[in-house]
């Protein structure tokens, strides 16, 4: 079976700091899921969902263990190549454009494609940022910001889509679209 996640015994401790004891917000969390798989993290807030994802996409490290994308270890760059993640607040550079942000996007993924901008285009129509497509993210509204980021995923033909709360901020119709 080919693994697209593959985590072996995680814990992640938060140190002690000056106000606070240390915090364990995950132990021992062991888990596969299979490419071609959806899968979903359920629980009450605090539980580590949010730190299980961080160590996913590489922004965390374990304080044990170890987690593999893809077979590639998660503190490697490589493991991120076609990784699409949209976290409930997405940081996006607010002087760049959607059509910047997915361009930028498409060349770090290594994206192979005939027309680049006809491939951004496509996902800005999908995601009704066409007609803002050449205007400054700090404009935006956070439904906005969040249309973007989920178009920025997306437009990367991503093998694994990791999602953190992604209606978050959308309005109605987003959310239905």
Known sequence: MNLAIDIRNVSKIYPRSWHRQPKQALS???FCINAGETFGFIGQNGAGKSTLIKILVGALQPTHGEVRVFG???DQPSSR???GFVPENPSLPDYLTPIEILRMAV??????LDDVDRHCQ????RFDLAEVADSPLRGFSKGMQQRTA???ALA???RLLILDEPLSGLDPVGRKD
């Open 28 to 30: 021992e969390v062991t």
């Open 156 to 158: 990367i033909n991503p």
């Open 81 to 83: 190549i076609g990784l």
């Open 72 to 74: 590639c270890k998660t």
């Open 122 to 125: 496509f996902w800005l129509d």
């Open 107 to 112: 060349r770090l993924h290594q994206l192979a």
């Open 150 to 152: 989920l178009a920025h």
